[in-house]
């Protein structure tokens, strides 16, 4: 709640400054106040999509329990109006060493505890109110240093408050992620506040502050920015610890790029694990029985010019370029960073046989949704080697428009074949993909192939026991007409763990478990979800 009685001229501050200038310090101090609060709010969203999944749902969470916080904390502040300086001064101390320090202290639950959610909510709450509490608290300070009517004053407090929000907003993607990271980010925003906060009580209303009130702000803020500048100095060390908690002793590269984390752990091909953004996406124990499912079926037939979305890895790229018919391969990926590592990495690369030095291989840097609405010419195979359909980024690439625009590059008797993750463990969203596909105007057949760990194919699952229980691996081959039974092409290469029986089999295996009625998922209906 905002008090919008106009203070009397006894109640005016006792500023160092004329009237209009201590106005518009105030009107600063909101503006990046502001800038600082919505950081943390898209800090927790993006560092919960990461550590959780479902942006979606984790979006959803933060906001609201962050709005509803809010309100609660301007209940609170009504007690503080009338010490509206120290009380501000208190709430950015106090803001500053939460937020600052939200994402260490989201990451450390997520590497030690194994759940982070809890600590979402957590602090999307007690910054809520933090946040809150700043308005009324503001608005009582801007009308003592300037009187000025009720209305006046509360389009000036919410100018600044909104303006600031936009260059926070902007700031986040653009500025504080490329050049700081979320950890060190989150601690230079905290830091940012605290000194702005503590600059405006301790230097526009010092006179209006007791002795004791003073030492108090100045204690707390140098307490707060200390904390903030030790974590700074120590994030290294902390990323390191948890990231082996995370991924074990083990961990060979990690790179942050604009995408997604990337981590390499093991040391020759055979012990090889990738993981994107803390999920295991390769595992060199059994990575070629699922790239074998994955491929091969799709190959029976003509299979000249082969398109490859996602698998920046190589390792689809390998299994493609072992048939002597193949004249071209395009692989689409969106993180440059990934197929770099599986162009240079020694045991990525040869774990994909030097898929990359082959002349055949070409890459294609770019969104494969909108790279296929520029794309001109059609395709034999077109192989979709994606992450688990999921409320995430890559959605729109297991929706009815993208198999529509799949569709249309698959050149006449052409095949695609999508991983759309385990049948098991999610089959709304395998069935959902399938039901996708046909919406897309192809043809399907699904199948499943079992696997000794779930790797790759595990989804939401994170880096941790539960993630190498065994698990099975759904595809879908897909045609403009009817798609023949599964089987490989005459003159398929010798493959390591995949036979003609096994393959009769798969489809029969995914059938028996077929869920009915499933709807489409599409561009404005996404229909997929974290399912437990």
């Not at 897309?440 to 190498?468: E, I, K, N």
Request: net charge positive; with cysteine; aromatic share 8%.
């Amino acid at each position: 709640m905002i008090d919008q009685q106009v203070p009397l001229r006894g109640d005016a501050a006792r500023l160092p400054v004329r009237p209009r200038t201590g106005r518009f310090l105030v009107l600063a101090a909101v503006f990046i106040c502001a800038a600082c609060g919505l950081v943390y709010e898209l800090e927790l969203v993006a560092l919960a999509s990461y550590l959780i999944g479902d942006s979606v749902t984790q979006a959803s969470v933060v906001l609201s329990v962050m709005v509803f916080a809010m309100g609660i904390g301007s209940l609170l502040a009504k007690r503080l109006r009338n010490r509206p300086a120290v009380g501000f001064g208190l709430i950015e101390a106090a803001l500053a060493l939460v937020g600052g320090s939200s994402a260490l202290v989201l990451y450390a639950s997520f590497a030690w505890l194994g759940e982070s959610r809890y600590a979402l909510v957590g602090f999307s709450l007690t910054i809520g109110v933090l946040i809150g509490a700043e308005i009324p608290l503001l608005m009582t300070l801007i009308q003592r240093v300037d009187r000025q009517d009720a209305g006046g004053a509360v389009a000036d407090l919410f100018a600044a408050d909104y303006v600031g929000a936009l260059v926070g907003g902007l700031a986040f993607p653009f500025l504080l992620l490329p050049m700081y990271g979320q950890l060190t980010g989150a601690l230079f925003t905290g830091a940012v506040n605290a000194a702005a906060g503590g600059a405006l009580v301790l230097w526009l209303f010092r006179r209006d502050l007791s002795s004791r009130a003073r030492w108090l702000l100045v204690l707390a803020n140098v307490t707060v920015i200390a904390l903030l500048a030790t974590a700074t100095v120590l994030v290294d060390d902390f990323e390191r610890a948890a990231r082996r908690a995370v991924y074990g002793d083990r961990v060979r590269v990690a790179v942050q790029t604009e995408v997604q984390e990337v981590v390499l752990t093991g040391e020759g091909r055979e012990s090889l694990d990738l993981y994107l953004d803390g999920r295991l996406r390769v595992s060199a124990r059994d990575e070629h029985r699922f790239h074998e499912a994955l491929v091969h079926p799709a190959m029976r037939g003509r299979h000249g010019r082969v398109l490859i979305l996602g698998g920046g890895d190589g390792l689809a790229a390998r299994e493609v370029l072992r048939y002597e018919g193949v004249r071209a391969v395009t692989v689409v990926e969106l993180d440059p960073a990934v197929t770099r590592l599986a162009r240079t990495d020694p045991a990525l690369s040869a774990l994909n046989g030097h898929a990359y030095e082959d002349p055949r291989l070409r890459t294609v840097g770019g969104d494969a949704f909108d790279w296929l609405r520029a794309a001109r010419g059609s395709y034999d195979v077109v192989v979709s080697d994606l992450p688990d359909p999921g409320i995430t980024a890559s959605t729109k690439l297991y929706s009815a428009e993208f198999y529509g625009l799949v569709g249309e590059a698959i050149a006449p008797g052409g095949r695609l074949v999508v991983h759309a993750g385990p049948v098991g463990v999610r089959p709304r969203s395998f069935w959902t993909a399938e039901a996708s596909v046909r919406a897309g105007g192809l043809a399907t057949r699904p199948y499943r192939v079992s696997g000794r760990l779930s790797g790759f194919a595990a989804g939401p699952d994170r880096v941790t026991d539960r993630a190498r229980e065994p698990r099975d691996w759904g595809f879908v081959l897909a045609s403009r007409r009817t798609v023949p039974p599964l089987a490989l092409d005459p003159g398929a290469p010798e493959l390591r763990s995949l036979g003609e029986g096994e393959l009769r089999k798969a489809s029969m295996a995914a059938e028996r478990v077929r869920m009915r009625g499933q709807a489409p998922s599409t561009l404005v209906h996404p229909r997929y979800w974290e399912e437990p």
